[in-house]
């Protein structure tokens, strides 16, 4: 068991996206549980992508690359883990605010989050304060994930946290933010609950912010 | 030699006589609101018209002090004239390109006349409009996109990185090499309009790819094109690119362009005699956030590391006020 384990894992943290449908076919084949590859295989695996990324071993390309396999094995998973009703981790909705078209970042970060086996509903760029707050209202994610990479888009993200309080849900949802200008000075003053400095982060303080 | 900044500048790019104080410039935008507001121009008509445009650039030499004009706002001009639908923003916002031509990696079709499309002519006629207003006491500088930055653009960025991720080399490098007419185009038209130099934005940076994918991919690329460019140049790449100065310098342009996040006194070390180096005040903390007396400070910190001219890292952001500009004018007054 741990030798198919062991390969899935590696295939997802070099981003082996051509052989990672075989492998988990096989894994399968030998009869074992979705959950443990999941759980055991590729969330470690997205982990140590993360990591990497994080202390400049890896760039955006080779990240980029890991998602795709991570998601080619999933797509394989899905339908057998949803007979099965498996729990997920926690619900986040992640969006690039008003006015900011950069999405690799916040991409990089959905990848992660879905790696790590939260739902994830991804609405996209440039998301002005009412959809958002709609949508917040929908879903009543655990975690609301901002991303900003422009200074002059900044001012959303305190848009967004004042619009929540207005519409007295502020206390139903933690807010992370984060994106290349974004601080950690900046996110206490405009009273975000917290930010990541990069994609493996943000997995771990919605891990902390869902705990409690 | 004589004081005026256009000499000081020119002098500099070539790291020849100094004199009596360090030249300051910027090869990236100088479009602010406070800028827009001194010079009655706004966006997006500084995007769209080439007397608007060489206005607007003209106040970062005669309201500021720079001693360089640099009219391009955008890194559109060129993907517009390629045929993709560009959306010009406004007062607020920076221009974006809305669709991607190639995402598919097909064959790129390169219109005959696209230097004559009216996002190219505008950029044309601005850098002639400015000669006459300030040849020979301020430098002109032009500015083209790279093939890389111009592959973002055609593929989208992340499209395209995620190719090389997968491994698919060969799609990458087609695509670059198939643009690099257009840069090289780009950069001589405006060389013949004008410029004194241009600079040549290509964001092969590491908060993007990996050295050794600079190396494989794009630095063959950037030595044919300084080979097929007679003019000065200078390489503008923005992010923490420290792990990857030392193959800038193979590239073949005379300067390079950087931000804060590479140490200067770093960079004079490593780079050495094989460019000159321009920068490095950093954007969003120092020269929007801060005090002119922390833009003071940075300035000096560069300028004491012995990088030869003085600015902005890169373009800089549209609520940057005037003063903290002023403050590098300020700060290389003082001489060396
Ligand atoms: C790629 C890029 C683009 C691409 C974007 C493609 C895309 N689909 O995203 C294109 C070419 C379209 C583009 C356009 C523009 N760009 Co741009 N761009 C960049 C560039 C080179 C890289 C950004 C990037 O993707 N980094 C890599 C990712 C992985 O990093 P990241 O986004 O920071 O995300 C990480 C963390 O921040 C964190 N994170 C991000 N979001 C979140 C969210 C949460 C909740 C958490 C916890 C963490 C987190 O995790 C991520 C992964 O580890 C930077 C310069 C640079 N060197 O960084 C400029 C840069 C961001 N762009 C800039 C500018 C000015 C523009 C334009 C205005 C240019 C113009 N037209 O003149 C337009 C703006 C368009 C718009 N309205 O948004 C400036 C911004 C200056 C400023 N601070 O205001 C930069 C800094 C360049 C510069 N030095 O001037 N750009
Ligand atoms: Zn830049």
């Known amino acids: ?212 | 030699m004589n004081s005026a900044g256009y000499q000081l500048f020119m002098s500099a790019m070539f790291k020849g006589q100094k004199g009596e104080r360090p030249p300051t410039g910027t090869p990236t935008s100088i479009a602010c609101h406070d800028l827009m507001d001194a010079t009655g121009v706004s966006f997006p008509d500084a995007h769209l018209n080439a007397s608007a445009m060489a206005e607007l650039a003209l106040g970062g030499h005669e309201i500021i002090g720079f001693d360089t004009v640099m009219p391009e706002f955008s890194v559109d001009q060129e993907v517009a004239a390629l045929g993709a639908d560009v959306d010009w923003g406004d007062r607020n916002m920076m221009p974006d390109t809305k669709s991607f031509l190639y995402e598919d990696f097909s064959d790129i079709a390169i219109p005959d006349n696209f230097m004559e499309e009216p996002s190219m002519r505008v950029l044309l006629d601005a850098l002639t409009i400015l000669r006459r207003h300030v040849g020979g006491s301020a430098a002109v500088i032009g500015k083209a996109m790279g093939p890389w930055t111009l592959s973002y653009h055609m593929a989208g960025t992340q499209n395209f990185l995620l190719q090389i991720g997968l491994g698919e080399t060969d799609k990458v490098r087609k695509m670059v090499e198939q643009l690099m007419p257009v840069t090289i185009a780009s950069v001589n038209a405006q060389f013949q309009a004008g410029a004194d130099v241009v600079v040549v934005a290509d964001h092969a940076t590491g908060n993007l790819i990996s050295p050794i994918h600079y190396a494989e991919l794009l630095l063959p690329y950037h030595k044919e094109l300084t080979r097929q460019i007679d003019g000065p140049t200078i390489l503008h790449v923005c992010g923490n690119c420290t792990d990857r100065l030392h193959h800038f310098c193979e590239a073949g342009f005379n300067a390079y362009h950087f931000e804060w996040q590479v140490d200067a006194r770093e960079a004079v070390e490593i780079v050495a005699d094989k460019m000159v180096l321009i920068g490095n005040v950093n954007n969003p903390q120092v020269l929007l956030q801060g005090t002119p007396e922390d833009v003071y400070n940075q300035a000096r910190y560069a300028i004491d590391a012995g990088v030869e001219i003085i600015g902005p890292e890169c373009a800089i952001p549209l609520k940057t006020p005037l003063e903290n500009l002023k403050a590098i004018v300020a700060a290389v007054q003082e001489g060396y």
């Open chain 1, 1 to 212: 068991m741990s030798q198919h384990i062991n390969k899935i894992q590696q295939a997802i943290v070099v981003g082996h996206h051509k052989e990672i449908e075989a492998l988990v076919q096989s894994a399968l084949d030998d009869e074992i549980a979705p959950e443990l590859i999941v759980n055991a295989a590729m969330i470690p695996g997205m982990d140590a992508v993360g990591q990497k990324f994080s202390t400049g071993e890896i760039f955006v390309p080779e990240m980029l690359a890991s998602a795709v396999t991570m998601n080619k094995g999933l797509d394989l998973l899905k339908p057998i883990l949803q007979q099965g009703n498996s729990e997920t981790k926690g619900t986040i909705i992640v969006c690039t605010v008003k006015g900011d078209l950069h999405d690799i970042g916040k991409n990089l970060v959905v990848m992660m989050l879905e790696g790590a086996g939260f739902e994830v509903i991804d609405m996209g760029v440039d998301i002005n304060v009412e959809n958002l707050i709609d949508k917040v209202k929908e879903i009543k994610p655990d975690v609301l994930g901002l991303s900003a990479l422009l200074t002059t888009t900044l001012p959303e993200m305190a848009k967004v946290i004042e619009s929540l309080k207005a519409h007295r849900v502020r206390d139903q949802v933690k807010v992370m933010i984060g994106g290349a200008p974004v601080d950690e000075a900046f996110s206490e003053k405009i009273g975000a609950d917290a930010y990541g400095k990069d994609a493996a982060e943000a997995v771990q303080i919605a891990r902390q912010l869902i705990a409690g």
